[in-house]
């Protein structure tokens, strides 16, 4: 599977974006999908994932309520609404894919995913 994630961007606070991931592979609806984050100096970090079929979703607390993930198993991508972003969102955003059984305990471990897209930068400004 390969990924392809884009849609990132500057935006002023409490603005929103929108990003997409695009999966190829013959059975990329196959797998549950994560979106994670990474700022300078800082580690990884989750931030959404949504189960193979899109009837299980999780978030991290920081973004509850502010950001929405989904998929379109039909044209294999996921997408992350982003909406009321701080600055503290500033950072590259990285889809990924995984086989294993999909749980809210390890959707948020990075090792639960096998495949990893190039990331798209996201900055916010104050």
């Known amino acids: 599977v390969q990924l392809q994630a884009s849609g990132g961007g500057l935006v002023q606070a409490g603005g929103s974006l929108r990003l997409s991931c695009a999966a190829s592979g013959r059975i990329a609806s196959s797998y549950h999908m994560g979106w994670f984050r990474q700022a300078p100096g800082k580690e990884r970090e989750f931030v959404a994932a949504?189960?193979?079929?899109?009837?299980?979703?999780d978030y991290a607390d920081s973004v509850k309520g502010r950001f929405t993930i989904s998929r379109n198993n039909a044209n294999n991508t996921v997408n992350l609404q982003m909406n009321s972003l701080k600055p503290e969102d500033t950072a590259v955003y990285h889809c990924a894919a995984g086989l294993g059984t999909y749980s809210t305990r390890v959707a948020g471990i990075a090792r639960f995913y096998d495949y990893w897209g190039q990331g798209t930068q996201v900055t916010v400004s104050s």
């Open positions: 949504i189960s193979s079929s899109g009837g299980r979703l």
